[in-house]
């Protein structure tokens, strides 16, 4: 009862709301071939369905095309409802006449109008297309067919510029929207656009037509990126001094200024993450600081400053381990390299042996590692090579208990950094000393008694003896050679075993991920304590090939990955 009541109740004042309005057409349609006259005008007939309500005419914002007048008035009424479709595209266009009278439901004419080309042709509108980067990669043409259903191919010779619907079928008046999308990652900065073209091609009723939309694009200079810059220093006093800075998004119009200078300085650019600029000599006069700013022209706009030491100072910018140049922990015994400016002298220098062991102190340079002096092996003004000293305690940065490497070279201010020090931190020796690629390799011939390197064109056969070559497997030899720091091995083993010390237990190698037998680990003849021989048999189940991975493994620490032998 109550849900007829309610019922009830809502048709009673859906009835009380006002009177219902009728129009003579609730739906209108249009055409105009472009260029022909106007379409005639259409009349409507509104009216209620009792008195004369006051009513309006409301046609949508946008579509500025539809007129209906008049817009307002009292029922019963006629409408004039008319369009004008000047300059608009060939299409179809959808929209609406609402008649809105007080308490009534409104009512809605449809308008539809459908615009054609004179010839019946497909138009492809707007003719140039506009784009910017950074901003604006993607931009839009139509495609229209006229009066007749119509295909389409969009095609470009633009390697920079790419289009998303390249071909397509067209109903009588259809439309389809192609996009382009521009990649300017290799274009440089310039305030003349880039102009590319699209070929549309055409085919109507057989009839074939091709019309060109123009893309251009213009590609402003974004900021630069400064990411390193070498040297970090230059000795003061030096003439005109040319350094290279790496970054990003470098072009023909970056430019470089230094602090206290008009004019910018002399640059070539290498490409778009690096360039070179010269550094005149009045501001390497006296030590210092050169502050150099990197610039691209607005709206790219300045990079964060760069500064050149300029003086006597040593630089450190990097430790590896000398085999496999891995940065990170290091062992005692291991042979380090020693990255930098203004560490080692000019020409440099070698490993100088006195009373069976290597020296600490060459061409005004010495190196301490946890206070203890370092053997040095190779010494130039970049590179550093020493030995870890065996007394040096272990200790990492984690804990704490980073143990400090201090270089002093001549009267240059000491370049001082913390290391971690830790029982094993092996690297294997590769043949072109990259720490990557072929490893160092001897392959011994039993039949010969000879050892040859191997290499792609000299493989190692299964089942034959091998030798390669580490640095890092920490202390082991104390008990036959009690001062291990700098010792030269002698070429023949210590006379109370016999034989030379090896490591215990032996280390584990892999050949093509196949565990090898080790016959022997241990010091080389007549080199330093601290370089480490391994020889092994390369197992039956090892692959062959000329990049076959060999891996050694010392306390549960392998060597680097990226070694490999060949094998046939």
């Known amino acids: 009862m109550a849900v007829v009541c309610v019922a009830g109740f809502l048709t009673h004042s859906l009835k009380a709301q006002g009177p219902v309005v009728t129009a003579s057409a609730t739906s209108l349609n249009f055409s105009w071939v472009a260029g022909a006259n106007l379409p005639a005008s259409k ?12 009513y309006t005419a409301i046609t949508p914002a946008p579509d500025q095309w539809l007129i209906a007048e008049p817009d307002s008035g009292v029922l019963p009424a006629t409408l004039v409802v ?3 479709p000047s300059t608009l595209p060939p299409g179809i ?29 497909v138009v492809v509108a707007p003719s140039t297309v506009t784009l910017t980067s950074p901003g604006t990669l993607t931009g839009t043409f139509t495609v229209t067919a006229g009066a007749l259903a119509a295909t389409f191919t969009a095609t470009t010779t633009s390697s920079w510029l790419s289009i998303s619907t390249p071909a397509g079928g067209l109903l009588p008046a259809q439309s389809q929207t192609v996009t382009v999308t521009a990649n300017p990652a290799a274009l440089n900065p310039s305030a003349t656009a880039y102009a590319a073209q699209v070929t549309v091609a055409t085919t109507t009723n057989g009839v074939s037509k091709t019309t060109t939309v123009t893309i251009n694009l213009t590609v402003n200079p974004v900021t630069p990126v400064v990411s390193s810059i070498w040297p970090l220093q230059v000795p003061a006093g030096s003439a005109a001094t040319e350094v290279t800075i790496r970054g990003a998004n470098f072009y023909s119009g970056t430019t470089v200024a230094a602090a206290g200078l008009a004019a910018p300085l002399k640059t070539t650019i290498a490409g778009a993450d690096a360039l070179l600029t010269t550094i005149p000599a009045a501001l390497l006069a006296a030590p210092g600081l050169v502050t150099l700013t990197v610039s691209n022209p607005a709206p790219g706009g300045p990079a964060a400053p760069v500064t050149v030491i300029v003086g006597n100072v040593s630089v450190i910018s990097g430790i590896t381990n000398s085999a496999s140049y891995a940065l990170g ?4 015994g291991e042979i380090i390299a020693i990255f930098g400016q203004n560490i080692g002298p000019t020409p440099p220098v070698q490993l100088t042996v006195a009373a069976g062991f290597a020296q600490t102190s060459l061409g ?5 590692i946890d206070g ?4 040095i092996v190779y010494a130039s003004s970049t590179q550093v090579s020493v030995q870890v000293p065996y007394t040096a305690q272990l200790g990492t940065s984690a804990q704490g208990t980073a143990r400090a490497l201090v270089l002093t070279y001549g009267t240059a201010t000491p370049a001082a950094v913390n290391i971690d020090i830790v029982s094993a931190a092996p690297g294997i020796f590769a043949l072109n000393a990259s720490g990557s690629g072929p490893a160092l390799v001897l392959d011994y011939n039993a039949v010969t008694a000879a050892y040859s390197i191997t290499s792609a064109t000299n493989p190692a056969n299964i089942g034959d003896t091998i030798t390669f070559f580490a640095t890092g497997e920490g202390d082991y030899a104390s008990a ?15 006379v109370n075993t016999g034989v030379y010390p090896m490591l215990n237990p032996l280390p584990t190698v892999t050949i093509g991920g196949s565990v090898a ?30 990049t076959v991975p060999i891996v050694l493994t010392i306390g549960g620490v392998q060597t680097q990955a990226n070694v490999t032998m060949a094998i046939k």
């Open 364 to 368: 005004g340079l010495s190196v301490t």
């Open 517 to 546: 037998t080790v016959n022997y680990a241990g010091p080389i003849p007549g080199c330093m304590l601290g370089l480490l021989q391994i020889n092994a048999v390369i197992p039956v189940t090892a692959p062959t090939g000329t």
């Open 480 to 494: 036959e050679y009690p001062v291990e720091t700098g010792f030269m091995v002698p070429l023949t083993p210590p």
């Open 43 to 54: 009349n409507v007939s509104v009216r209620a369905s009792s008195g004369t309500p006051a």
């Open 93 to 121: 266009y959808n929209s609406s006449v609402t008649i809105t009278v007080g308490g009534a439901v409104p009512l809605v004419i449809a308008v539809t109008l459908t615009v054609t080309s004179a010839s019946g042709a």
């Open 82 to 84: 008319q369009v004008n």
């Open 372 to 375: 203890q002096a370092a053997p």
């Open 329 to 332: 922990a290091t062992s005692p």
